[in-house]
């Protein structure tokens, strides 16, 4: 694990998170950074962190806990693979409240990655036919949880 130290004043420049990203690259397998640093209220440049992680070959996330309904996000168009966040701070909710992630649709099937599937990974219209075949949605959303309602 390589932690990231603020610089002064805890503030994290783009320029030492590229600079530590450079540094460790052969040692790297995942980023998981804040979306804004909770001691500062610093709001990091997610986009250019994100394609320098990229540019090294390296997954990047975002724990968005204090960014999500605090600054705009745009996870798809900033290519980034995967973020987590709450809803009790700023999006006006309360304890116990639903969380939210986002993965990048690049990562659903293909040669590489295999989505799960579940229940309502399967497509709606075949979903009870009980033939033993499986029509499943291509899409990184399939596995939908079974407790929803359409």
């Not at 503030?11 to 690259?25: F, G, N, P, V, Y």
């Not at 998981?32 to 440049?45: M, N, T």
Request: with cysteine; hydrophobic share 40%.
């Amino acid at each position: 694990m390589l932690k990231v130290e603020p610089d002064q004043g805890y503030i994290i420049s783009t320029e030492r998170i590229c600079s530590l990203i450079d540094q460790h690259a052969d040692e790297l397998a995942l980023i998981l950074l804040p979306g804004i640093q909770y001691y500062s209220g610093q709001l990091l440049d997610i986009p250019t962190i994100t394609a320098h992680a990229h540019s090294r070959g390296i997954t990047i996330g975002w724990d968005l806990a204090h960014a999500a309904g605090n600054v705009e996000l745009k996870l798809h168009d900033w290519d980034v693979d995967f973020a987590c966040w709450c809803t009790y701070k700023y999006m006006n909710s309360g304890a116990g409240a639903i969380a939210g992630a986002f993965v990048h649709e690049k990562h659903g099937d293909s040669a590489k990655n295999k989505a799960l599937k579940g229940w309502y990974g399967h497509d709606k219209s075949s979903r009870f036919l009980m033939d033993n075949s499986k029509f499943l949605f291509r899409a990184l959303f399939a596995p939908l949880i079974s407790l929803t309602h359409e």
